[in-house]
T-cell receptor
Framework: QKEVEQDPGPLSVPEGAIVSLNCTYS??????FMWYRQYSRKGPELLMY????GNKEDGRFTAQVDKSSKYISLFIRDSQPSDSATYLC???????????FGTGTSLTVIP | EAGVVQSPRYKIIEKKQPVAFWCNPI?????LYWYRQNLGQGPELLIR????????DSQLPKDRFSAERLKGVDSTLKIQPAELGDSAVYLC????????????FGPGTRLTVL
């Protein structure tokens, strides 16, 4: 079993839709949870960073962590064509420890 | 603030040839990572440096891969000899541990082995 599971998609939504991206994990020691956005032929770019459980909001993006269910989510409100990219979840057990990445979900927002 | 710089951006070589990738991390970032990303997959850690010391190289295929980080700044990742299965994107990331606790990635080097 992989440390982190993520549905690869692809996911296609109309502009303005609410997008929900999810990851599950198996290691209960994970405490740091990240979402990265990766455009084609670019390196991953950090979107959201959350420690432990709870919600974090930044503009149109909301990250949720449910440690009891070992489940994290990223919500994108009012999605835009510029949000079209691959979204990677990542997590680690402690600062400086190895990051474990999901496989990424490919998102296309149609104008 | 300049980001993580990698070169070359693209490299095409024939199998059994050597290849090297270079990374310049964000200024002041003491931690440096090399990842390999296959198509449709997330990045997989190859090696992590704290300053000039390799503190986690357990997933580096040491028979053909080597890395160095002289003076704790720039780093080079080498493959010799390259195999067909080495075709992937090689990503470098850096982190200022204790201040940001997260990694910033470069654009990657896309390697194609023919």
């Amino acid at each position: 079993q992989k440390e982190v599971e993520q549905d690869p998609g692809p996911l296609s939504v109309p502009e303005g839709a609410i997008v929900s991206l999810n990851c599950t994990y198996s290691n209960s020691a994970f405490q740091y949870f990240m979402w990265y956005r990766q455009y084609s032929r670019k390196g991953p770019e950090l979107l959201m960073y959350t420690y432990s459980s709870g919600n974090k909001e930044d503009g149109r993006f909301t990250a949720q962590v449910d440690k009891s269910s070992k489940y994290i989510s990223l919500f994108i409100r009012d999605s835009q064509p510029s949000d079209s990219a691959t979204y990677l979840c990542a997590m680690s057990s402690n600062t400086g420890n190895q990051f474990y990445f999901g496989t990424g979900t490919s998102l296309t927002v149609i104008p | 603030e300049a980001g993580v710089v990698q070169s070359p951006r693209y490299k095409i070589i024939e199998k059994k040839q050597p290849v090297a990738f270079w990374c310049n991390p964000i200024s002041g970032h003491n931690t440096l990572y090399w990842y390999r990303q296959n198509l449709g997959q997330g990045p997989e850690l190859l090696i992590r440096y704290e300053n000039e010391e390799a503190v986690d190289d357990s997933q580096l295929p040491k028979d053909r891969f080597s890395a160095e980080r002289l003076k704790g700044v720039d780093s080079t990742l080498k493959i010799q000899p390259a195999e067909l299965g080495d075709s992937a994107v090689y990503l470098c990331a850096s982190e200022d541990r204790g201040r940001t606790d997260t990694q910033y990635f470069g654009p990657g080097t896309r390697l194609t082995v023919l």
